[in-house]
Protein backbone atom coordinates (compact mmCIF):
# COMPACT_ATOMS: atom_id res chain seq x y z
CA UNK A 1 0.00 0.00 0.00
CA UNK A 2 1.21 3.49 -0.73
CA UNK A 3 2.35 5.56 1.95
CA UNK A 4 -0.11 8.00 1.72
CA UNK A 5 -2.85 5.76 2.00
CA UNK A 6 -1.83 4.15 5.20
CA UNK A 7 -1.16 7.71 6.91
CA UNK A 8 -4.66 8.79 5.91
CA UNK A 9 -5.35 5.05 7.63
CA UNK A 10 -3.63 6.12 10.94
CA UNK A 11 -4.73 9.39 10.73
CA UNK A 12 -8.51 8.45 11.15
CA UNK A 13 -7.44 5.75 13.89
CA UNK A 14 -6.77 8.99 15.85
CA UNK A 15 -9.65 11.00 15.22
CA UNK A 16 -12.05 8.70 15.94
CA UNK A 17 -10.88 7.80 19.41
CA UNK A 18 -10.37 12.23 20.24
CA UNK A 19 -10.13 11.87 23.99
CA UNK A 20 -8.27 9.17 24.32
CA UNK A 21 -5.74 10.73 21.54
CA UNK A 22 -5.90 14.07 23.16
CA UNK A 23 -5.49 12.72 26.59
CA UNK A 24 -1.98 10.92 25.44
CA UNK A 25 -1.23 13.89 23.69
CA UNK A 26 -1.34 15.90 26.51
CA UNK A 27 2.30 14.85 28.00
CA UNK A 28 3.76 15.65 24.41
CA UNK A 29 2.13 19.17 24.77
CA UNK A 30 3.09 19.99 27.68
CA UNK A 31 6.35 18.96 27.10
CA UNK A 32 6.96 20.64 23.92
CA UNK A 33 4.97 23.98 24.88
CA UNK A 34 7.86 24.15 27.64
CA UNK A 35 10.71 23.50 25.53
CA UNK A 36 9.49 26.33 23.05
CA UNK A 37 9.09 28.73 25.83
CA UNK A 38 12.16 28.38 27.27
CA UNK A 39 13.90 28.50 24.02
CA UNK A 40 11.52 31.53 22.47
CA UNK A 41 12.76 33.31 25.64
CA UNK A 42 16.27 32.43 25.74
CA UNK A 43 16.90 33.73 21.83
CA UNK A 44 14.89 36.53 22.48
CA UNK A 45 17.50 37.19 25.67
CA UNK A 46 20.79 36.39 23.44
CA UNK A 47 19.57 38.90 21.15
CA UNK A 48 18.92 41.74 23.25
CA UNK A 49 22.47 40.99 24.84
CA UNK A 50 23.91 41.10 21.65
CA UNK A 51 22.23 44.52 20.80
CA UNK A 52 22.76 46.39 23.76
CA UNK A 53 26.81 45.47 23.92
CA UNK A 54 27.56 45.73 20.65
CA UNK A 55 25.89 49.71 20.07
CA UNK A 56 28.68 50.01 17.21
CA UNK A 57 28.08 49.80 14.12
CA UNK A 58 30.20 47.35 13.17
CA UNK A 59 28.08 44.67 15.48
CA UNK A 60 31.62 44.03 17.59
CA UNK A 61 31.19 43.31 21.04
CA UNK A 62 34.38 45.83 22.72
CA UNK A 63 35.41 45.99 26.21
CA UNK A 64 38.14 48.02 27.91
CA UNK A 65 41.28 47.49 29.79
CA UNK A 66 41.88 50.70 32.26
CA UNK A 67 45.12 51.94 33.75
CA UNK A 68 44.64 53.39 37.45
CA UNK A 69 48.31 54.70 38.36
CA UNK A 70 48.93 54.59 42.46
CA UNK A 71 48.83 57.64 44.40
CA UNK A 72 52.97 58.00 44.45
CA UNK A 73 53.06 57.20 40.10
CA UNK A 74 55.05 58.91 38.23
CA UNK A 75 52.24 59.96 36.37
CA UNK A 76 54.14 61.22 33.39
CA UNK A 77 54.94 58.32 32.38
CA UNK A 78 52.80 56.44 29.58
CA UNK A 79 50.21 54.20 31.01
CA UNK A 80 50.58 51.50 27.73
CA UNK A 81 53.78 51.76 26.00
CA UNK A 82 54.40 49.89 22.43
CA UNK A 83 55.34 47.00 23.75
CA UNK A 84 51.99 46.59 25.81
CA UNK A 85 50.19 47.14 23.45
CA UNK A 86 51.91 44.38 21.39
CA UNK A 87 51.39 41.79 23.97
CA UNK A 88 47.60 42.85 24.45
CA UNK A 89 47.11 42.41 20.57
CA UNK A 90 48.53 38.84 20.58
CA UNK A 91 46.03 37.45 22.65
CA UNK A 92 43.36 35.43 20.76
CA UNK A 93 39.42 36.84 19.90
CA UNK A 94 41.34 40.66 19.86
CA UNK A 95 40.56 41.98 16.36
CA UNK A 96 41.20 45.45 17.11
CA UNK A 97 43.07 48.14 20.34
CA UNK A 98 42.36 51.40 20.67
CA UNK A 99 44.23 53.50 22.86
CA UNK A 100 42.09 56.34 24.31
CA UNK A 101 41.46 58.76 27.25
CA UNK A 102 39.46 57.41 30.09
CA UNK A 103 38.69 61.12 31.45
CA UNK A 104 35.00 61.45 32.24
CA UNK A 105 33.07 64.65 31.65
CA UNK A 106 31.00 64.26 34.43
CA UNK A 107 31.81 63.43 38.40
CA UNK A 108 30.26 63.03 41.18
CA UNK A 109 31.49 64.94 44.15
CA UNK A 110 30.41 65.58 47.69
CA UNK A 111 30.47 69.07 49.05
CA UNK A 112 30.10 70.47 52.41
CA UNK A 113 26.88 72.76 53.09
CA UNK A 114 25.88 74.30 56.03
CA UNK A 115 27.80 71.33 58.43
CA UNK A 116 26.28 68.73 55.95
CA UNK A 117 28.07 67.32 52.75
CA UNK A 118 25.99 67.06 49.98
CA UNK A 119 26.61 65.08 46.80
CA UNK A 120 26.83 67.24 43.70
CA UNK A 121 27.64 66.58 40.16
CA UNK A 122 29.90 68.30 38.35
CA UNK A 123 30.26 69.18 34.79
CA UNK A 124 33.82 69.89 33.12
CA UNK A 125 33.18 71.32 30.30
CA UNK A 126 35.33 72.56 27.04
CA UNK A 127 32.60 74.79 25.75
CA UNK A 128 29.14 76.66 27.02
CA UNK A 129 27.36 75.63 30.13
CA UNK A 130 24.03 75.77 29.60
CA UNK A 131 21.83 78.76 30.44
CA UNK A 132 22.06 81.03 33.37
CA UNK A 133 19.59 82.85 35.37
CA UNK A 134 21.79 85.13 36.63
CA UNK A 135 25.52 86.55 35.56
CA UNK A 136 27.04 84.82 32.89
CA UNK A 137 27.46 81.22 31.48
CA UNK A 138 30.82 79.42 30.65
CA UNK A 139 32.53 79.92 27.36
CA UNK A 140 34.84 78.11 25.73
CA UNK A 141 37.30 80.88 26.01
CA UNK A 142 37.19 80.10 30.15
CA UNK A 143 38.46 76.58 29.16
CA UNK A 144 41.42 77.69 26.62
CA UNK A 145 42.75 80.89 29.46
CA UNK A 146 41.99 78.61 32.25
CA UNK A 147 39.53 81.07 34.40
CA UNK A 148 38.92 79.66 37.58
CA UNK A 149 35.00 80.21 37.36
CA UNK A 150 32.09 78.04 38.11
CA UNK A 151 28.43 78.15 36.87
CA UNK A 152 26.17 76.08 40.24
CA UNK A 153 22.76 76.02 39.94
CA UNK A 154 20.00 77.92 41.90
CA UNK A 155 19.22 75.24 44.85
CA UNK A 156 22.64 74.70 45.69
CA UNK A 157 23.29 78.70 45.46
CA UNK A 158 20.09 79.12 48.09
CA UNK A 159 21.37 76.77 50.28
CA UNK A 160 25.11 77.93 50.34
CA UNK A 161 24.30 81.50 49.58
CA UNK A 162 20.68 82.52 50.23
CA UNK A 163 19.63 83.43 47.11
CA UNK A 164 21.00 83.32 43.37
CA UNK A 165 22.60 87.21 43.25
CA UNK A 166 24.23 86.75 46.35
CA UNK A 167 26.12 83.68 45.19
CA UNK A 168 27.58 85.41 42.33
CA UNK A 169 31.34 86.12 43.24
CA UNK A 170 31.41 84.14 45.67
CA UNK A 171 33.85 81.32 46.18
CA UNK A 172 33.29 77.71 46.09
CA UNK A 173 35.58 75.13 46.71
CA UNK A 174 35.89 71.97 43.99
CA UNK A 175 38.84 69.16 44.75
CA UNK A 176 40.50 71.78 47.42
CA UNK A 177 40.80 74.66 44.47
CA UNK A 178 38.93 77.93 44.71
CA UNK A 179 36.30 79.07 42.05
CA UNK A 180 34.43 82.41 41.36
CA UNK A 181 30.93 81.72 40.67
CA UNK A 182 30.16 83.63 38.15
CA UNK A 183 26.64 82.46 37.13
CA UNK A 184 23.63 80.64 38.29
CA UNK A 185 21.61 78.28 36.25
CA UNK A 186 18.01 76.95 36.99
CA UNK A 187 17.54 74.34 39.73
CA UNK A 188 18.84 71.23 39.41
CA UNK A 189 16.02 68.33 40.68
CA UNK A 190 17.98 66.70 43.99
CA UNK A 191 18.04 63.58 42.63
CA UNK A 192 20.47 63.53 40.09
CA UNK A 193 21.22 59.94 38.65
CA UNK A 194 25.30 59.44 37.96
CA UNK A 195 24.13 57.04 34.78
CA UNK A 196 21.79 59.32 33.34
CA UNK A 197 24.86 61.64 33.15
CA UNK A 198 26.64 59.50 31.28
CA UNK A 199 24.32 59.34 28.55
CA UNK A 200 24.22 62.78 27.49
CA UNK A 201 24.18 66.48 28.18
CA UNK A 202 22.28 66.67 31.65
CA UNK A 203 22.05 69.45 33.90
CA UNK A 204 24.48 69.31 37.18
CA UNK A 205 24.68 71.34 39.87
CA UNK A 206 28.22 72.90 39.42
CA UNK A 207 29.81 73.36 35.72
CA UNK A 208 33.40 73.92 35.46
CA UNK A 209 36.09 74.15 32.60
CA UNK A 210 37.72 71.25 32.12
CA UNK A 211 41.27 72.54 31.40
CA UNK A 212 40.97 74.12 34.83
CA UNK A 213 40.02 70.91 36.79
CA UNK A 214 42.78 69.11 34.94
CA UNK A 215 45.34 71.12 35.72
CA UNK A 216 44.82 71.10 39.51
CA UNK A 217 44.32 67.59 39.82
CA UNK A 218 47.17 66.41 37.52
CA UNK A 219 44.83 63.82 36.02
CA UNK A 220 45.89 64.03 32.55
CA UNK A 221 45.49 60.61 32.24
CA UNK A 222 46.59 60.83 28.75
CA UNK A 223 46.27 57.09 26.55
CA UNK A 224 45.19 54.96 30.19
CA UNK A 225 42.39 53.18 28.40
CA UNK A 226 42.19 50.58 26.08
CA UNK A 227 39.10 49.27 24.10
CA UNK A 228 39.47 45.87 22.93
CA UNK A 229 37.15 45.36 19.78
CA UNK A 230 36.73 41.56 19.98
CA UNK A 231 36.32 39.25 16.99
CA UNK A 232 33.34 37.23 16.18
CA UNK A 233 32.58 34.67 19.01
CA UNK A 234 35.25 35.67 21.16
CA UNK A 235 34.05 36.18 24.72
CA UNK A 236 34.47 39.31 26.41
CA UNK A 237 35.01 37.73 30.10
CA UNK A 238 37.81 35.20 28.94
CA UNK A 239 39.45 37.61 26.93
CA UNK A 240 39.50 40.39 29.39
CA UNK A 241 41.06 37.99 31.86
CA UNK A 242 43.91 36.58 29.40
CA UNK A 243 44.51 40.63 28.48
CA UNK A 244 44.78 41.24 32.73
CA UNK A 245 47.11 38.60 33.47
CA UNK A 246 49.62 39.48 30.65
CA UNK A 247 49.30 43.10 31.93
CA UNK A 248 49.54 42.00 35.61
CA UNK A 249 52.92 40.09 34.90
CA UNK A 250 54.55 42.33 32.10
CA UNK A 251 52.85 45.34 31.86
CA UNK A 252 55.26 48.46 31.62
CA UNK A 253 53.70 49.98 34.37
CA UNK A 254 52.58 47.08 36.71
CA UNK A 255 54.72 48.59 39.68
CA UNK A 256 53.02 52.14 39.76
CA UNK A 257 49.73 51.28 39.21
CA UNK A 258 46.72 48.89 38.76
CA UNK A 259 45.39 47.53 35.52
CA UNK A 260 40.94 46.94 35.52
CA UNK A 261 38.79 45.71 33.05
CA UNK A 262 35.02 46.72 32.17
CA UNK A 263 33.32 43.84 30.82
CA UNK A 264 30.07 45.45 29.02
CA UNK A 265 28.83 41.92 28.74
CA UNK A 266 29.60 40.99 32.92
CA UNK A 267 25.90 41.78 33.63
CA UNK A 268 24.66 40.13 31.24
CA UNK A 269 26.77 36.95 31.25
CA UNK A 270 25.27 36.67 35.16
CA UNK A 271 21.76 37.23 33.52
CA UNK A 272 22.51 34.75 30.89
CA UNK A 273 23.43 32.42 33.55
CA UNK A 274 20.66 32.23 35.74
CA UNK A 275 18.53 31.49 32.18
CA UNK A 276 20.68 29.14 31.54
CA UNK A 277 20.03 27.26 35.22
CA UNK A 278 16.21 27.93 33.99
CA UNK A 279 16.80 26.04 30.59
CA UNK A 280 17.96 23.41 31.84
CA UNK A 281 15.93 22.89 34.74
CA UNK A 282 12.56 23.61 32.51
CA UNK A 283 14.28 21.19 29.79
CA UNK A 284 14.67 18.50 32.48
CA UNK A 285 11.30 18.77 33.53
CA UNK A 286 10.08 18.69 30.02
CA UNK A 287 12.29 15.61 29.57
CA UNK A 288 10.31 14.02 31.82
CA UNK A 289 7.40 14.93 30.66
CA UNK A 290 8.11 13.58 27.27
CA UNK A 291 9.40 10.62 28.81
CA UNK A 292 6.00 9.72 30.59
CA UNK A 293 4.02 10.93 27.59
CA UNK A 294 5.99 8.49 25.67
CA UNK A 295 5.40 5.31 27.75
CA UNK A 296 1.45 7.03 27.75
CA UNK A 297 2.05 7.07 23.84
CA UNK A 298 2.86 2.99 23.44
CA UNK A 299 0.31 2.30 26.44
CA UNK A 300 -2.41 3.66 24.16
CA UNK A 301 -1.05 1.57 21.16
CA UNK A 302 -0.86 -1.64 22.85
CA UNK A 303 -4.44 -1.30 23.61
CA UNK A 304 -4.82 -0.49 20.37
CA UNK A 305 -3.22 -3.10 18.62
CA UNK A 306 -5.00 -5.18 20.77
CA UNK A 307 -8.69 -3.99 19.96
CA UNK A 308 -7.95 -4.19 16.10
CA UNK A 309 -6.62 -7.46 16.68
CA UNK A 310 -9.47 -8.71 14.06
CA UNK A 311 -8.81 -5.85 11.92
CA UNK A 312 -5.10 -6.57 11.61
CA UNK A 313 -6.00 -9.90 10.60
CA UNK A 314 -8.61 -8.71 7.97
CA UNK A 315 -5.93 -6.48 6.25
CA UNK A 316 -3.37 -9.30 6.54
CA UNK A 317 -5.75 -11.86 4.23
CA UNK A 318 -5.83 -9.02 2.17
CA UNK A 319 -2.42 -8.97 1.18
CA UNK A 320 -0.77 -6.67 3.95
CA UNK A 321 2.81 -7.50 4.78
CA UNK A 322 4.37 -7.34 8.18
CA UNK A 323 5.82 -4.18 7.60
CA UNK A 324 2.46 -3.24 6.37
CA UNK A 325 1.32 -3.56 9.25
CA UNK A 326 4.26 -2.55 11.10
CA UNK A 327 4.36 1.04 9.40
CA UNK A 328 0.70 1.44 9.99
CA UNK A 329 0.88 1.72 13.76
CA UNK A 330 4.28 2.84 13.64
CA UNK A 331 2.52 5.76 11.67
CA UNK A 332 -0.31 6.58 13.85
CA UNK A 333 2.01 6.61 17.20
CA UNK A 334 4.07 9.24 14.93
CA UNK A 335 1.19 11.16 13.81
CA UNK A 336 -0.39 11.31 17.11
CA UNK A 337 3.22 12.69 18.47
CA UNK A 338 3.64 15.43 15.77
CA UNK A 339 -0.04 16.33 16.30
CA UNK A 340 0.44 16.86 20.18
CA UNK A 341 3.79 18.31 18.86
CA UNK A 342 2.41 21.41 16.58
CA UNK A 343 -0.09 21.77 19.63
CA UNK A 344 2.48 21.69 21.76
CA UNK A 345 4.44 24.39 19.91
CA UNK A 346 1.62 26.54 19.26
CA UNK A 347 1.15 26.51 23.06
CA UNK A 348 4.75 27.36 23.58
CA UNK A 349 4.55 30.58 21.11
CA UNK A 350 1.78 31.52 22.91
CA UNK A 351 3.53 30.86 26.54
CA UNK A 352 6.49 32.65 24.97
CA UNK A 353 4.80 35.71 23.46
CA UNK A 354 2.72 35.84 27.39
CA UNK A 355 6.05 36.20 28.95
CA UNK A 356 7.17 38.74 26.74
CA UNK A 357 4.77 40.98 27.12
CA UNK A 358 5.02 41.31 30.95
CA UNK A 359 6.18 44.52 31.85
CA UNK A 360 9.41 43.22 34.00
CA UNK A 361 10.71 41.52 30.43
CA UNK A 362 13.24 43.99 29.09
CA UNK A 363 13.20 42.03 25.78
CA UNK A 364 10.78 40.37 23.33
CA UNK A 365 10.97 36.54 23.05
CA UNK A 366 12.04 35.34 19.41
CA UNK A 367 11.39 32.14 17.16
CA UNK A 368 13.78 30.68 15.20
CA UNK A 369 13.39 27.99 12.79
CA UNK A 370 15.72 25.71 14.84
CA UNK A 371 13.10 25.55 17.92
CA UNK A 372 10.02 24.63 15.19
CA UNK A 373 12.70 21.89 14.05
CA UNK A 374 13.13 20.70 17.47
CA UNK A 375 9.61 20.58 18.29
CA UNK A 376 8.89 18.12 14.96
CA UNK A 377 11.80 16.04 15.66
CA UNK A 378 11.56 15.50 19.48
CA UNK A 379 7.71 14.67 19.09
CA UNK A 380 8.65 12.45 16.19
CA UNK A 381 11.47 10.62 17.71
CA UNK A 382 9.15 10.46 20.43
CA UNK A 383 6.50 8.87 18.44
CA UNK A 384 8.99 6.48 16.56
CA UNK A 385 10.71 5.26 19.63
CA UNK A 386 7.85 4.41 21.44
CA UNK A 387 5.72 2.97 18.44
CA UNK A 388 8.19 0.60 17.50
CA UNK A 389 7.87 -1.81 20.28
CA UNK A 390 3.28 -1.98 19.99
CA UNK A 391 3.97 -1.79 16.11
CA UNK A 392 6.43 -4.61 16.20
CA UNK A 393 3.93 -6.70 18.16
CA UNK A 394 1.11 -5.58 15.85
CA UNK A 395 3.11 -7.27 13.00
CA UNK A 396 4.11 -10.24 14.26
CA UNK A 397 0.53 -11.45 15.29
CA UNK A 398 -0.31 -14.97 13.87
CA UNK A 399 -2.88 -14.92 11.18
CA UNK A 400 -4.43 -17.85 12.21
CA UNK A 401 -4.62 -17.03 15.32
CA UNK A 402 -6.90 -14.22 14.55
CA UNK A 403 -9.05 -15.25 11.51
CA UNK A 404 -11.20 -16.97 13.36
CA UNK B 1 -4.87 -27.73 -12.05
CA UNK B 2 -5.33 -24.70 -10.07
CA UNK B 3 -4.69 -26.03 -6.61
CA UNK B 4 -3.53 -29.76 -5.84
CA UNK B 5 -2.90 -30.91 -2.05
CA UNK B 6 -1.01 -34.54 -2.22
CA UNK B 7 -1.09 -36.49 0.98
CA UNK B 8 -1.59 -33.52 3.36
CA UNK B 9 -1.24 -34.03 6.55
CA UNK B 10 -1.42 -31.60 9.80
CA UNK B 11 -1.09 -31.99 13.22
CA UNK B 12 -1.23 -29.44 15.86
CA UNK B 13 0.16 -28.87 19.58
CA UNK B 14 -2.28 -28.40 22.28
CA UNK B 15 -0.21 -28.82 25.37
CA UNK B 16 0.87 -32.30 25.77
CA UNK B 17 -1.58 -33.65 23.15
CA UNK B 18 -1.60 -34.13 19.70
CA UNK B 19 -4.31 -33.38 17.68
CA UNK B 20 -4.08 -34.54 13.98
CA UNK B 21 -6.06 -32.59 12.27
CA UNK B 22 -6.08 -33.04 8.61
CA UNK B 23 -5.51 -37.17 7.69
CA UNK B 24 -3.56 -37.83 3.86
CA UNK B 25 -5.99 -35.15 2.26
CA UNK B 26 -5.46 -35.77 -1.32
CA UNK B 27 -7.30 -32.89 -3.17
CA UNK B 28 -7.54 -31.04 -7.24
CA UNK B 29 -9.49 -28.42 -7.90
CA UNK B 30 -9.71 -26.90 -11.27
CA UNK B 31 -10.34 -23.61 -12.34
CA UNK B 32 -14.19 -22.59 -12.80
CA UNK B 33 -15.15 -24.92 -10.01
CA UNK B 34 -17.22 -24.19 -7.47
CA UNK B 35 -16.55 -26.71 -4.49
CA UNK B 36 -18.54 -27.11 -1.50
CA UNK B 37 -16.99 -28.74 1.57
CA UNK B 38 -19.18 -29.69 4.25
CA UNK B 39 -18.72 -31.24 7.87
CA UNK B 40 -19.72 -31.05 11.33
CA UNK B 41 -17.72 -28.55 13.96
CA UNK B 42 -14.07 -29.65 14.75
CA UNK B 43 -13.90 -31.68 11.78
CA UNK B 44 -10.90 -29.60 9.76
CA UNK B 45 -12.73 -27.65 7.31
CA UNK B 46 -11.29 -24.40 8.72
CA UNK B 47 -7.84 -25.78 8.90
CA UNK B 48 -8.17 -27.12 4.72
CA UNK B 49 -9.21 -23.53 3.77
CA UNK B 50 -6.83 -21.92 5.59
CA UNK B 51 -3.87 -24.13 4.08
CA UNK B 52 -5.26 -23.69 1.03
CA UNK B 53 -5.72 -20.04 1.77
CA UNK B 54 -2.18 -19.11 2.00
CA UNK B 55 -2.77 -18.22 5.60
CA UNK B 56 -1.10 -21.69 7.21
CA UNK B 57 1.82 -23.25 5.89
CA UNK B 58 2.79 -25.65 8.91
CA UNK B 59 1.59 -28.91 7.13
CA UNK B 60 3.25 -32.21 5.99
CA UNK B 61 2.51 -33.23 2.71
CA UNK B 62 2.56 -31.31 -0.88
CA UNK B 63 0.58 -28.78 -1.66
CA UNK B 64 0.96 -27.05 -5.30
CA UNK B 65 -0.67 -23.57 -6.39
CA UNK B 66 -0.39 -23.43 -10.03
CA UNK B 67 2.27 -26.07 -10.01
CA UNK B 68 4.19 -24.33 -7.64
CA UNK B 69 4.57 -25.22 -3.71
CA UNK B 70 4.71 -22.15 -1.45
CA UNK B 71 5.35 -23.97 1.80
CA UNK B 72 9.02 -22.42 1.97
CA UNK B 73 7.90 -18.89 0.46
CA UNK B 74 8.24 -16.10 2.68
CA UNK B 75 5.82 -14.15 4.79
CA UNK B 76 5.74 -11.07 2.33
CA UNK B 77 5.63 -13.87 -1.34
CA UNK B 78 2.74 -15.27 0.76
CA UNK B 79 1.15 -12.22 1.37
CA UNK B 80 1.72 -11.49 -2.07
CA UNK B 81 0.03 -14.61 -3.23
CA UNK B 82 -2.64 -13.60 -1.40
CA UNK B 83 -3.33 -10.49 -2.09
CA UNK B 84 -3.07 -11.59 -5.93
CA UNK B 85 -5.07 -14.86 -5.88
CA UNK B 86 -7.30 -15.61 -3.03
CA UNK B 87 -10.30 -13.89 -2.07
CA UNK B 88 -11.99 -14.19 1.70
CA UNK B 89 -15.72 -14.34 2.52
CA UNK B 90 -15.86 -15.50 6.46
CA UNK B 91 -18.97 -16.12 8.75
CA UNK B 92 -19.04 -13.13 10.27
CA UNK B 93 -18.03 -11.12 7.50
CA UNK B 94 -14.61 -9.08 9.09
CA UNK B 95 -15.44 -5.70 7.72
CA UNK B 96 -13.36 -3.09 9.62
CA UNK B 97 -16.02 -1.10 11.53
CA UNK B 98 -14.38 2.39 11.38
CA UNK B 99 -13.95 2.25 7.70
CA UNK B 100 -16.58 3.13 4.82
CA UNK B 101 -17.81 0.27 2.44
CA UNK B 102 -15.63 1.78 0.22
CA UNK B 103 -12.88 1.66 2.06
CA UNK B 104 -13.14 -2.05 2.97
CA UNK B 105 -13.67 -3.26 -0.35
CA UNK B 106 -10.88 -1.23 -1.76
CA UNK B 107 -8.53 -2.74 0.84
CA UNK B 108 -7.25 -5.92 -1.44
CA UNK B 109 -6.35 -2.87 -4.32
CA UNK B 110 -4.48 -0.59 -2.19
CA UNK B 111 -1.91 -3.46 -0.88
CA UNK B 112 -2.00 -4.54 -4.62
CA UNK B 113 -0.55 -1.09 -4.90
CA UNK B 114 -3.31 0.93 -6.62
CA UNK B 115 -4.46 3.92 -5.40
CA UNK B 116 -7.46 5.40 -3.85
CA UNK B 117 -8.41 7.39 -6.93
CA UNK B 118 -7.99 4.43 -9.56
CA UNK B 119 -9.18 2.07 -6.98
CA UNK B 120 -12.59 4.01 -6.59
CA UNK B 121 -14.50 2.85 -9.96
CA UNK B 122 -13.42 -0.56 -9.51
CA UNK B 123 -14.80 -0.45 -6.24
CA UNK B 124 -17.92 0.83 -7.21
CA UNK B 125 -18.11 -1.66 -10.22
CA UNK B 126 -17.90 -4.44 -7.79
CA UNK B 127 -20.68 -3.62 -5.11
CA UNK B 128 -22.83 -3.30 -8.37
CA UNK B 129 -22.28 -6.76 -8.86
CA UNK B 130 -23.58 -7.27 -5.62
CA UNK B 131 -26.74 -5.44 -5.88
CA UNK B 132 -24.95 -3.16 -2.96
CA UNK B 133 -24.54 0.47 -5.61
CA UNK B 134 -25.43 4.28 -3.34
CA UNK B 135 -23.55 2.53 -0.32
CA UNK B 136 -20.26 2.98 -0.47
CA UNK B 137 -20.15 6.08 2.12
CA UNK B 138 -21.93 4.09 4.82
CA UNK B 139 -20.36 1.94 7.46
CA UNK B 140 -20.74 -1.47 8.12
CA UNK B 141 -22.99 -0.54 11.32
CA UNK B 142 -26.07 0.48 9.29
CA UNK B 143 -25.85 -2.29 6.98
CA UNK B 144 -27.83 -5.70 7.63
CA UNK B 145 -26.53 -8.92 7.91
CA UNK B 146 -26.94 -9.72 4.55
CA UNK B 147 -25.82 -6.82 2.80
CA UNK B 148 -22.71 -6.95 5.03
CA UNK B 149 -22.18 -10.11 3.49
CA UNK B 150 -22.60 -8.82 0.11
CA UNK B 151 -19.70 -6.20 0.88
CA UNK B 152 -17.70 -8.94 2.15
CA UNK B 153 -18.12 -10.78 -1.06
CA UNK B 154 -17.67 -7.10 -3.56
CA UNK B 155 -14.28 -7.70 -1.11
CA UNK B 156 -13.32 -10.96 -2.13
CA UNK B 157 -14.08 -9.94 -6.11
CA UNK B 158 -12.83 -6.75 -6.95
CA UNK B 159 -9.14 -7.51 -7.51
CA UNK B 160 -10.02 -10.92 -9.37
CA UNK B 161 -8.77 -13.25 -7.16
CA UNK B 162 -8.10 -16.87 -9.08
CA UNK B 163 -10.11 -18.68 -6.58
CA UNK B 164 -12.50 -17.29 -3.59
CA UNK B 165 -12.87 -19.25 -0.39
CA UNK B 166 -15.93 -18.25 1.31
CA UNK B 167 -16.31 -20.05 5.01
CA UNK B 168 -19.63 -20.68 6.08
CA UNK B 169 -20.64 -17.66 4.14
CA UNK B 170 -23.98 -17.86 5.68
CA UNK B 171 -23.73 -19.36 8.47
CA UNK B 172 -24.66 -15.78 10.80
CA UNK B 173 -27.85 -15.02 8.38
CA UNK B 174 -31.13 -16.07 8.16
CA UNK B 175 -32.44 -18.89 5.24
CA UNK B 176 -33.97 -16.34 3.28
CA UNK B 177 -30.69 -13.90 2.93
CA UNK B 178 -28.86 -17.42 3.10
CA UNK B 179 -30.33 -18.08 -0.23
CA UNK B 180 -29.68 -14.53 -1.86
CA UNK B 181 -26.00 -14.63 -0.74
CA UNK B 182 -25.56 -18.60 -2.24
CA UNK B 183 -27.31 -17.08 -5.14
CA UNK B 184 -24.88 -14.43 -5.91
CA UNK B 185 -22.03 -17.28 -5.85
CA UNK B 186 -24.02 -19.22 -7.94
CA UNK B 187 -24.02 -16.35 -10.15
CA UNK B 188 -20.55 -15.87 -9.62
CA UNK B 189 -19.73 -19.34 -10.69
CA UNK B 190 -22.10 -19.73 -13.82
CA UNK B 191 -21.24 -16.68 -15.75
CA UNK B 192 -18.02 -15.36 -14.80
CA UNK B 193 -16.33 -18.59 -14.48
CA UNK B 194 -15.03 -17.66 -10.61
CA UNK B 195 -13.61 -20.86 -9.21
CA UNK B 196 -15.73 -20.65 -5.35
CA UNK B 197 -14.35 -23.06 -2.37
CA UNK B 198 -17.28 -22.92 0.29
CA UNK B 199 -17.34 -24.67 3.67
CA UNK B 200 -20.56 -25.15 5.28
CA UNK B 201 -22.04 -27.53 7.17
CA UNK B 202 -25.78 -26.91 6.17
CA UNK B 203 -26.42 -29.54 3.52
CA UNK B 204 -29.02 -26.92 1.86
CA UNK B 205 -26.40 -24.62 1.16
CA UNK B 206 -23.88 -27.09 -0.42
CA UNK B 207 -26.24 -27.99 -2.62
CA UNK B 208 -25.68 -24.65 -4.89
CA UNK B 209 -22.14 -26.06 -5.82
CA UNK B 210 -21.23 -28.80 -8.46
CA UNK B 211 -19.17 -30.51 -6.41
CA UNK B 212 -19.31 -31.46 -2.69
CA UNK B 213 -17.15 -33.18 -0.17
CA UNK B 214 -17.87 -34.20 3.02
CA UNK B 215 -14.83 -34.18 5.82
CA UNK B 216 -14.85 -36.10 9.22
CA UNK B 217 -12.35 -36.23 11.58
CA UNK B 218 -9.75 -34.43 9.22
CA UNK B 219 -10.12 -36.85 6.42
CA UNK B 220 -12.27 -37.06 3.35
CA UNK B 221 -14.87 -39.38 3.52
CA UNK B 222 -17.01 -38.19 0.21
CA UNK B 223 -16.52 -36.80 -2.96
CA UNK B 224 -19.27 -36.61 -5.22
CA UNK B 225 -21.25 -34.51 -8.03
CA UNK B 226 -23.90 -32.32 -6.80
CA UNK B 227 -27.18 -34.01 -8.55
CA UNK B 228 -29.36 -32.56 -7.17
CA UNK B 229 -29.36 -28.89 -7.44
CA UNK B 230 -30.81 -26.22 -4.61
CA UNK B 231 -34.15 -24.70 -6.34
CA UNK B 232 -33.25 -21.79 -7.94
Known amino acids: MRFSEIWTTALRSILKNKRRSILTMLGIIIGIAAVVTILAIGDGFSNWVTKSITSNKSGKVETQIVYMPNDTANTSAQPFNERDLTLVRQVKGIARVKQSSSDSDYAQLTLPVKNKTKSVLVHYTKGKSSKVIAGRRLTAMDNEIGNQVAVIDASLAKSLFGGTTNALHHGITIDDQLYEIVGVRSSVASSVNFTDAMSGQIPTNITIPRKVHQYYTRSERTGDLLTLSLTKGAKASHVNKQVLHILKTQGSMRSQGEYQSNDPTAQADTFGKVLNAITYFVSAVAGISLFIAGIGVMNMMYISVAERTTEIGIRRAMGARQQDIRLQFLLESATLTILGGFIGYGLGVLLALGVSALPVMPFKASFSFGGFALAFGVSTAVGLVFGVMPANAASRKDLIEIIR | ?232
Open chain 2, 1 to 232: MLIELKSVNKYYQNGAQNFHVLRDINLAIDRGEFLSIMGPSGAGKTSLINLIGFIDRQYKGEYLFNGDSYQKASDNTLARIRNRSVGFVFQNFKLIGNNTILENVELPLLYGGMTKRAAKPVVEQALIRVGLSNSSQKIPSELSGGQQQRVAIARALVHQPKFIIADEPTGALDTKTSAEIMQIFRDLNRNEGATIVLVTHDPQVSLYGDRLIKILDGAITADEEVTQHALL
